[in-house]
């Protein structure tokens, strides 16, 4: 088991790329951390710098905190897995495993015993004499998975080894590999741009753009709270309400968020109301997940939002309806929306239950 920590971490490539910009981030002993971010934000370089495959220009990579800078990657027993799987084609399932402890001079018998528990924690353990070629994807990946864990690393490193994968194959090897890693108790950070596999698997979520570090935290924390516009509006589906606000705080009775025309009235006795009220009297942004409102008729008593319809979409499990409120889009889950409607027309709104109301800050021209 391992820590990892980077302190003011940055990478220059030659060509003069900055693809990491001074990045500080801890993973603690045991912890899942995800990094997530869109193709070319840096996720990659941040990866490889942990495992010793390219150097940081600047700054240190610390694991269990020895300063690693230094160490060759054999070294800092670590362990990676790619999304190409690199298998050794011309041998079979069980040399594949057990390689890496081939390598390290282990007789054939305790290597044997060890590829034969790890094949069968996997679910592999009755294709251990057939070649790669031969096997499923989800097959390969666990080999390769296996041929990772088999050598006991204190650190796994993994890079999008879900996304050559078909969809249902990848939700499956999601669990999985969360449920082995935590099993086996071994750090790990894992590198992906699919959002669902972030919030599904972390212990927390690294989240990256352009080489910056913009939010760390558990999958609940960056989803219901994001530290910048940014997060806000890459994280979710639908993305997160937007609202521009004026805050007045009616001491203790309500807070208010005027919207323009119109006033979202958040009581006072709920915590979460609380964290835009000491911005009474500013303007600021304010993000709400589309669950945080409920859809009402629109001549429902007390304090309505007042939305006129633009359209609707409907996903099975869930019912959005896209509203102007003023000129501030909305999207809200209709799913707990005034029964019989034909959704067409406007719609009341009211603060839901569970509402997260955030003040969010930076970089909004960028999100
Ligand atoms: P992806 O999901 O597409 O792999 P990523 O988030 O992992 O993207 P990186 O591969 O870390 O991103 O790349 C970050 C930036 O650095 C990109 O702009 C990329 O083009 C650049 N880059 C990566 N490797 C090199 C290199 N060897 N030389 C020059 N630039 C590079």
Same mark, same amino acid.
């Given at each position: 088991m391992a820590t990892v920590a980077l302190k003011d971490v940055s990478k220059v490539f030659p060509n003069g790329t900055l693809a990491v910009d001074n990045v500080n981030l801890d993973v603690n002993d045991g912890e899942f951390m995800v990094l997530l971010g869109p193709s070319g934000c840096g996720k990659s370089t941040v990866l490889r710098m942990v495992a010793g495959l390219e150097d940081p220009t600047s700054g240190a990579v610390m694991i269990d905190g020895e300063y690693a800078n230094d160490l060759t990657p054999r070294d800092r027993g670590i362990a990676m897995v790619f999304q190409d799987f690199a298998l050794y084609p011309h041998m079979t399932v069980e040399n594949n495993i057990g390689f890496p402890l081939k390598l390290a001079g282990m007789e054939s018998t305790p290597r044997e015993e060890r590829v034969a528990n790890v094949a069968g924690a996997l679910g592999i353990g009755d294709v251990l004499g057939r070649r790669p070629s031969q096997l499923s994807g989800g097959q390969r990946q666990r080999v390769a998975m296996g041929r990772a864990i088999v050598r006991r690393p204190r650190l796994f490193l993994m890079d999008e080894p879900l996304s050559n994968l078909d969809s249902g194959l990848r939700a499956e090897l999601r669990a999985e590999i969360s449920g082995l890693t935590r099993e086996l108790g071994v750090t790990t950070l894992y590198v992906t741009h699919d959002q669902a596999e972030a919030l599904t698997m972390a212990d927390r979520v690294a989240i990256m753009r352009k080489g910056v570090l913009q939010d760390v935290g558990t999958p609940t924390q960056v989803y219901g709270r994001p530290a910048t516009l940014y997060v806000a509006a890459f994280l979710g589906s639908p993305k997160m309400n937007l609202l521009e606000a004026s805050v007045y705080v009616h001491l203790d009775r309500y807070v208010a968020l005027n919207l323009g025309e119109q006033s979202l009235y958040l009581p006072w006795d709920d915590i979460r109301s609380r964290t835009v009220a000491h911005y009474h009297g500013e303007r600021i942004v304010v993000g709400m997940r589309a669950e945080a409102l409920t859809p009402v008729a629109p001549d429902a008593p007390?304090?309505? %939002?007042?939305?006129?319809?633009?359209?609707?979409?409907?996903?099975?499990?869930?019912?959005?309806?896209? %509203?102007?409120?003023g000129a501030t889009a909305v999207v809200v889950d209709e799913m707990g929306g005034p029964v019989g409607d034909t959704g067409t027309g406007s719609r009341g709104l009211r603060r839901g239950l569970g509402h997260v109301v955030q003040r969010l800050t930076g970089r909004s021209g960028e999100a």
């Open positions: 007390g304090d309505v %939002l007042q939305g006129r319809i633009r359209f609707l979409e409907h996903h099975g499990h869930e019912s959005l309806a896209f %509203l102007d409120v």
